[in-house]
């Protein structure tokens, strides 16, 4: 089975950064596209961000446009999603995801999840 694993959650304040990280099992999954998703408390969980398998395609949620980066390191087998400028809108846990192509990422159709990490982002 495939593992993701995510880590780099925590507290911020408005207009700070912070640097997700998605560890995958092994190079399993890196021949997957790769996405971030997120989920604040009642609300459903909606796609943020997604990448190709070589990183020459990504994806991006409306408004994080210009503020979030997806970027990966194959040879780390480590997914990243950089994100500045974050707002309180921005506050939710979130999940890394894999799928066979970018446009299923964006769709949901989503083969693999991580666990989860918390992004707190204080006003």
């Known amino acids: 089975q495939v593992q993701l694993v995510e880590s780099g959650g925590g507290l911020v304040q408005a207009g700070g950064s912070l640097r997700l990280s998605c560890a995958t099992s092994g190079s399993t999954a890196i021949r997957y596209a790769m996405g971030w998703f997120r989920q604040a408390p009642g609300k459903q969980r909606d796609f943020v961000a997604a990448i190709s398998g070589t990183g020459g395609t990504t994806l991006y949620q409306d408004s994080v446009k210009g503020r979030f980066t997806i970027s990966r390191d194959n040879a780390k087998n480590t997914v990243y999603l950089q994100m500045n400028s974050l707002k309180p809108e921005d506050a939710a846990t979130y999940y890394c995801?894999?799928?066979?192509?970018?446009?299923?990422?964006?769709?949901?159709?989503?083969?693999?999840w991580g666990q989860g990490t918390q992004v707190t982002v204080s006003s």
């Open positions: 995801a894999a799928a066979a192509t970018t446009a299923m990422i964006k769709s949901g159709r989503i083969g693999y």
